[in-house]
């Protein structure tokens, strides 16, 4: 692994409680989705704060896991099940964790599915990368997904673009993008992964 770091490792007027999201966020789109999200719930509530957040990722550099550190104004089971239920409704994916630092304790939460999709970013055609936008995909992935899950963030390596989905069921996601990736030159040899 490459490494993860986090802002802070204390919590200077409360509990350090750290959120593990089993998803693969690039950083700003952690901070769109989530942590901006999670930090108005939280100080509506005077439940506490999001005080930094950090990346887990591979030894390829794509991201593993995103993590959010709240300093919490309490960790007693109504805070915690309150954050954990924003969470879900945020989209957090299965598999995802809320830690307690100072006693230990975890709690699994999440309800949604991942799946990723993998474009080829070398073999195909020039006149296919020069004539075919990813835009264009984000655009049709979220109009083909509606109301069942949507695109939260990517990955952009060196053979491969990771287009990352999170939604109610991995497998109604990838029935109802299939026609995009049979049809779209871009997604010829694209394969699909699910990763929650």
């Not at 700003?28 to 990722?57: I, P």
Request: hydrophobic letters at 35%.
């Amino acid at each position: 692994m490459l490494g993860f770091s986090l802002s802070r490792q204390t919590a200077p007027n409360g509990i350090l409680v750290t959120v593990q999201l089993n998803a693969r966020l690039q950083p700003l789109d952690r901070g769109d989705m989530f942590e901006d999200e999670l930090h108005d719930f939280l100080s509506s509530k005077t439940l506490g704060e999001v005080t930094g957040g950090g990346s887990l990722q591979s030894d390829e550099g794509w991201i593993i896991q995103s993590d959010i550190e709240i300093d919490a104004a309490s960790a007693d089971p109504e805070t915690l099940k309150a954050i954990t239920t924003r969470l879900e409704e945020l989209g957090a994916p299965r598999g995802s964790k809320l830690v307690v630092e100072q006693s230990g304790d975890e709690f699994e939460f999440g309800t949604q599915e991942g799946l990723a999709i993998y474009l080829n970013g070398t073999d195909l055609p020039d006149e296919v990368y020069e004539n075919c936008d990813v835009g264009h995909i984000i655009d049709e992935l979220n109009r083909l997904l509606k109301g069942t899950g949507k695109y939260f963030s990517y990955w952009d390596g060196p053979t491969e673009t990771a287009l990352y989905l999170y939604g109610s069921s991995a497998a109604l996601m990838r029935e109802r993008i299939e026609p995009l990736l049979d049809s779209y030159p871009l997604c010829q040899g694209a394969r699909t992964e699910q990763i929650a």
